[in-house]
């Protein structure tokens, strides 16, 4: 979380629910704030030529590059990132993904909420993840 940020946002993990240092229960954010929405991202470069091919981890070092890239764009970065969407394609091995996902997130005191789940398939066959991103700034 960004200096800027702070106060606006409370991380939520309550009694009762496990604990666990890659993701927040619940975000909270309150007071006039801008919001980014970042739409579902896939391991393309800027021509749209795939990365990494048939490799999870360099196709999610990808999608986080082009993350912050179109954080960047609105202002902002990862440590602005309230909720993550990760959507992974049936039968690829989620630890080589979350590996290069913490390569590029760290271990951060207040993580964000998030959602990962495994799905039939991507809008192209190559594609191994997808990821999408809420983040939150003051106004």
Excluded at 44 to 65: A, H, M, P, W, Y
Aim: proline share 6%; glycine share 10%.
């Amino acid at each position: 979380m960004t200096e800027r940020t702070r106060g606006r946002v409370e991380h939520i993990n309550p009694e009762g629910l496990t604990k666990n240092p890659a993701f927040s229960q619940a975000v909270v954010v309150t007071g006039p704030a801008k919001t980014i929405y970042v739409g579902g991202q896939d391991a393309v470069d800027e021509s749209g030529n795939i990365f990494g091919e048939g490799d999870i981890g360099r196709q999610t070092e990808q999608v986080l590059k082009n993350i912050q890239t179109a954080l960047a764009a609105a202002g902002a970065d990862l440590g602005d990132v309230v909720k993550w969407n990760v959507y992974v394609v049936e039968g690829q091995p989620l630890q080589a993904g979350f590996e290069a996902f913490m390569r590029a997130w760290g271990r951060r005191p207040n993580p964000p909420a998030i959602t990962a789940a495994f799905v039939s398939g991507l809008a192209r066959p190559e594609f191994l993840v997808e990821i999408d991103a809420v983040a939150v700034l003051p106004k």
